[in-house]
């Protein structure tokens, strides 16, 4: 008999919201601007794809003809690295329009990624981007919260409310009948969108569509959830508030500390607890620590003067010409191990901290769960700071590699003696070049992205844990008159 | 049958109810009169389960309000004082949800009937509820409280806003109903028309049911009388 | 009867509330402000100590091969942050205020970002402008939204249409109260951020006040319209709600997207591109072609010959690094050119929608904005130039460094000299203000 009148309370809530043809216009609105914004992040992917396809076609083709040369030179020409989003950026750009584009590999020398989308547009920018998983995460919302501020209270200020409850409707099966009508509506939102999303994503050919459903099928159950969450907001609020004006208010209000105030408060407090330093303290460091332990381009340092001896005495030669390995290319070779390891302590102790202050935003997601579905749609979709990272692991490995082979090379091939003047350089032949393979870039897989979120994903559990305490809780205290 | 064991309500400080001790049979309509705020609406909330008594207890057929608020239910039928429901249902939709709520499930003929007993034109059965007039829609109520086939009624103020040719259809249901052997408690203003279909009548002053008198033994203007009196 | 009109207003616990919360999210963005000006006055305090050891450091190394010692050191320019800037903090925070170049090639040098956590910056800046124009139009339409509509549910409009004759001034005098106290808000705040962050009180200051006064007349007239139409408390809440979302989320992003789709800007991938290509080849070709091209630019430096055999020289070698920039000097154009277009683009924008219209206004006027970026961009190219060829006639001569007076190479300042157009700014608000304004009275006229 219960589960009947649930039932009946579902459909009449889910009946009464489809029948009214305001309801049906906003939904179909929602969902046109969603496919807009498919629609275009899709030719903005694809036109960036195929651009990066011929910058990269094109740098390699230069790397591998160019003619022969001193691997140094090599290491200086360097290699430029272009970074691919996630096809899935199409439907939740995350942090991509902040993430620089291109890395410039060379020796000696780490550099930053660097033009970013966000570094070339204005202000405009920081309003937001304009994506489904906004619209999804912050304007569905407040679609929930104006269809169903008067569900209860509505209802009270009607007296229907005591008529369902005398005519054998218990408060638990109101409550829920209404929070799960209202539920169920809001995936009209949702459901549409997720086809065309994997359908766009699968054209863009830079992943397998086995990823793209994987990921999908984590986003659409978070998503569901997080909608589950805001009906049972909307409903738990209406029942408790005494009229319809108190309740929409609290409502707006509710809404505007969990999707504007919280994210940008705690993005305060982290930023204030862990700070980081600017670019020029850093490198300013980073240039301190390297001239402590060594300077590889200086002949008469401490350091290197260390090895220069150890190396006479190991072959019984008086001076570095005498040596029949290439003394300059070992310390180059020394040199950029040197310096590649101090900023890359360097480089962890940011890390870190950028790590603290992405902690802080993951574990605000269980007193937000706004905050728990963006970064679980971002690691997701492959647009978070993990993803990212990982791009720039993937590019400082290979540019290591690069300036090590070139010193290899410079090591075995170049003879150690000066050339007398007059005459070239030496050179090593330029098949050479071909040999080093191209830049890979590996996808960060769906696994590890979740791994790194496990907090975000216990906390999206833990918001749909305490939503179905806290209807039951409620049920026993639901004012009927 | 209903009854009422000194059930008292308190609202922080101001007294609702003040031992309330009330008994009727099966059979028995028993109209309550007295002033706003007397406590007659307070004592049928506490009866339907809506709100909880301070101390005391109720009992609807011999089970306990207090331990069984969700099982009397199913013994009783409610009209309010206004009654609003859903304006965007018809007439018959209203009473098709609201019975199928009760756990009735009727064909349209049968609900169609059951409006038809409350003297709503059949005109009117499929037009929104939203265009009906305040006597329109009571009927609707009361229809509600028909299909629930419970035992127990309880009516608040049923008649108020009401012509006197609904009134007239009302009193004659309610009658019906009585002689079909129902426990009938109604709270009311209206004097004249409780003491025609009443079989007892309570006066409550600040609480208290100061008055339980068998109507027979008075005519109105006497029951008018005793009304102003006690109050 | 004015003064019952005051009590109403502050005898409601809600707008208390509302106020009280509004005074502390203002406050709270006047530290955060203030915050991010002391770190930016710490880091180019610091940058000046930078620069004199790294000096020190590379001379101590280098002293006698004067072309390595300027391959290394790094000469900064500071993009001078006006104290307005705690109130908008606009692109700061992406962008360096502070850029360190060597005289090699500046393409490869001028786009080098900060360090910044893009989750964070994905956020935004919880400045002060945020909070008058996110956060203030709450308050307002929290005031206006049922200034008839509760009268008209309470039943007491009807009572007031009997009692008075011009219920419009009745109306007009509520909003005008709220009016009033929402202003002395913003003037307090302002106030208080005046004298917490030391502002000085210099025109772009004042045009800043100006801009956001008529930012909130523009939000009581347009609730003023709304109200008009006498519908339900929820009905306006709802519309004014979602004009508030239409015009601080969906207009700006929307329009933003569309600006990025016109005028894509893959100039900046191509200008790297060509610089390197420009650059490196240069090794693996002739001399006498590349020198040729680089006594073009600078005659005077002609005088320096390179010879064809020799295996490295510091005159060929820094007239490949510049020519690395003139190669990609079109490019580099283009990519500055579609950036202000961009910019451009914005600002049309915002005379039709004064939310952006006065975030676009606060970042011009603090110089936190798109064309204070594109104006230090051009001030570090003159820089650059300016020290190389202060340095190119010692380097090529092949002289020690301590012929050149070292003390005189500090952190340098770029200051953008660029004014605000006080009628741009100025005559979109009263164009909408006066629109809505004149559809609002048409309205009231009913209402009676």
């Known amino acids: 008999m219960a589960f009947s009148n649930l039932k009946l309370i579902v459909r009449k809530t889910r009946q009464d919201l489809f029948k009214e043809k305001r309801n049906l216009l906003i939904a179909i609105t929602v969902i046109l601007f969603c496919f807009l914004s498919i629609a275009i992040g899709f030719t903005k992917y694809s036109e960036n794809f195929s651009d990066i396809k011929e910058y990269r076609k094109e740098i390699r083709e230069n790397w591998e003809y160019r003619p022969d040369k001193h691997p140094h030179r090599m290491a200086h020409y360097g290699y430029l690295v272009f970074r691919i989003g996630h096809p899935l950026s199409i439907f939740d750009t995350g942090l991509d329009d902040y993430l620089g584009n291109v890395i410039f590999l060379e020796a000696h020398k780490q550099n930053t990624a660097n033009l970013s989308e966000a570094g070339s547009s204005g202000i405009l920018v920081r309003f937001g981007t304009f994506s489904s998983a906004f619209i999804l995460q912050a304007i569905v919302p407040i679609i929930i919260i104006f269809l169903g501020f008067g569900l209860v209270v509505q209802e009270r200020e009607n007296a229907t409310l005591k008529i369902l409850n005398v005519q054998g409707a218990s408060a638990r099966d109101i409550l829920w009948g209404k929070i799960l009508g209202l539920w169920q509506f809001s995936l009209l939102f949702l459901l549409p969108v997720v086809p065309v999303v994997f359908l766009a994503a699968s054209l863009s050919e830079s992943t397998t569509a086995a990823d793209i459903l994987m990921r999908l099928a984590l986003i659409l159950p978070a998503y569901m959830i997080y909608y589950f969450f805001f009906s049972t907001l909307t409903v738990m609020i209406s029942a408790n508030s005494r009229n319809t004006s108190a309740s929409l208010i609290s409502l707006i209000g509710c809404w505007l500390i969990l999707v504007i105030f919280l994210p940008k408060g705690i993005q305060f407090a982290s930023q204030n607890l862990n700070p980081t330093p600017s670019r020029i303290a850093f490198e300013t460091q980073v240039e301190k620590d390297v001239l402590k332990v060594g300077d590889s381009h200086n002949p008469n340092d401490p350091h290197f003067k260390h090895i220069k001896d150890s190396l006479l005495a190991r072959y019984h030669v008086k001076t570095t010409d005498e040596l029949p390995i290439n003394y300059s290319g070992l310390v180059m070779k020394e040199g950029e191990k040197i310096s590649s390891k101090i900023y890359e302590s360097h480089l962890e102790k940011l890390q870190i901290q950028y790590k603290k202050q992405q902690r802080l935003g993951e574990i605000s997601g269980f007193i937000n769960p706004v905050m728990a579905i963006k970064n679980l749609s971002m690691a997701a979709a492959g647009t978070d700071y993990y993803a990212y990272q990982n791009f720039q692991k993937q590019s400082e490995e290979y540019r290591y590699k690069l300036a090590q082979n070139m010193n290899e090379l410079q090591i075995e091939n170049i003879s150690n003696s000066q050339p007398p003047p007059g005459e070239k350089p030496a050179t090593v032949s330029n098949d050479k070049w071909k040999q080093f393979p191209d830049f890979k870039y590996e996808f960060t897989t769906l696994k590890e992205s979740i791994w790194q979120q496990i907090t975000t994903l216990s906390a999206v559990l833990f918001w749909l844990l305490l939503c179905v305490t806290m209807v039951e809780l409620s049920a026993k205290k639901l004012k009927l008159i | ?231 | 009867m004015k003064h019952y009109l005051y009590k109403q207003f502050y005898r409601n616990k809600a707008y208390l509330i509302c106020l009280i919360l509004l005074f502390l999210a203002g406050l709270s963005s006047l530290y955060t402000g203030k915050k991010f000006l002391d770190k930016n006055e710490d880091i180019i305090n610091k940058s000046a100590r930078y620069q004199k050891e790294s000096l020190e450091k590379n001379i101590a190394a280098h002293s006698d091969n004067l072309g390595l010692l300027l391959y290394y050191v790094k000469f900064n320019l500071v993009n001078k942050t006006p104290k307005l800037s705690a109130l908008n903090i606009g692109l700061r925070d992406l962008k360096p205020s502070i850029q360190g170049v060597t005289i090699r090639n500046l393409e490869e040098q001028k786009n080098n970002s900060d360090f910044f956590n893009p989750a964070n910056a994905a956020v935004g800046n919880f400045d002060f402008t945020f909070v008058l124009v996110f956060l203030f139009p709450l308050v307002i339409i929290a005031f206006c939204f049922n200034l008839i509509s509760e009268d008209q549910e309470k039943g007491t409009w009807k009572l007031l249409s009997v009692q008075s004759t011009n219920l419009l001034k009745l109306t007009d005098m509520k909003i005008l109260i709220r009016c009033i106290v929402i202003i002395a808000l913003y003037f307090l705040l302002l106030i208080i951020a005046a004298l917490f962050v030391k502002i000085p009180v210099d025109m772009p200051f004042i045009i800043f006040i100006i801009s956001g006064l008529l930012y909130i007349l523009f939000w009581f007239v347009l609730c003023r319209w709304i109200i008009s139409f006498q519908k339900s408390s929820a009905s306006n809440a709802l519309t004014l709600i979602i004009f508030w979302i239409g015009m601080n989320f969906i207009t700006p992003m929307t329009g933003n997207m569309i600006i990025q789709k016109i005028y894509p800007v893959n100039e900046g991938m191509k200008a790297q591109i060509e610089q390197r290509e420009g650059y490196h080849n240069k090794w693996d070709e002739a001399k006498a072609p590349t020198m040729q091209k680089f006594y073009q630019i600078y005659p005077q430096f002609s005088k320096y010959k390179v010879d064809e055999n020799i295996s490295s020289s510091y005159v060929w070698y820094y007239a490949m690094q510049h020519l690395g920039d003139v190669e990609s000097h079109e490019s580099s154009e283009q990519y500055h050119t579609k950036m202000q277009s961009r910019n451009d683009a914005a600002v049309y924008l915002g005379y039709l929608f004064p939310t952006i219209h006065t975030q676009l206004v606060h970042s011009q006027l603090a110089k936190t904005g798109m064309e204070n970026q594109l104006q230090y961009a051009e001030g570090l190219r003159t820089f650059h130039e300016k020290q190389r060829l202060f340095f190119y006639p010692y380097i090529f001569s092949q002289q020690n460094a301590d012929v050149i007076d070292w003390s005189k190479q500090t952190v340098k300042s770029f200051s953008d000299a660029e004014k605000v157009n006080l009628l741009q700014v100025i005559i979109p608000y009263f164009i909408i203000i006066t629109l809505l304004t004149i559809l609002s009275q048409q309205k009231f006229g009913k209402l009676c």
């Open chain 2, 1 to 231: 049958m209903l009854k009422t064991i000194n059930l008292h309500k308190k609202y922080n400080d101001f007294t609702a109810l003040r031992s309330l001790n009330l008994e009727i049979q099966e059979g028995e309509i028993f109209a309550l009169l007295g002033q706003n705020g007397a406590g007659k609406s307070t004592t049928i909330n506490i009866l339907l389960g809506l709100i909880q008594s301070t101390s005391g207890d109720a009992f609807i057929n011999n089970i306990s309000v207090k331990k069984e608020p969700q099982k009397i239910k199913k013994h009783l039928a409610y009209i309010p004082e206004t009654v609003l429901l859903y304006p965007n249902l018809t007439g018959i939709e209203n009473l098709d949800f609201f019975s199928k709520i009760a756990g009735f499930t009727y064909s349209k003929k049968e609900l169609s009937e059951l409006l038809q007993r409350t003297g709503l034109q059949e005109a009117a059965h499929d037009k929104l509820l939203g265009g009906y007039s305040k006597g329109m829609r009571q009927k609707v109520g009361i229809a509600i409280a028909l299909a629930k086939d419970a035992k127990v009624l309880l009516l608040d103020e049923p008649t108020s806003g009401l012509d006197p040719i609904a009134t007239a259809e009302f009193t004659e249901i309610i009658r019906e109903l009585g002689e079909e052997g129902r426990t009938i408690l109604m709270a009311t203003h209206d004097i004249f028309n409780a003491a025609s279909v009443a079989t007892n009548i309570g006066i409550m002053r600040q609480g208290e049911l100061v008055q339980n008198v068998p109507s027979k033994a008075f005519s109105a203007e006497e029951l008018q009388e005793l009304y102003l009196k006690t109050i």
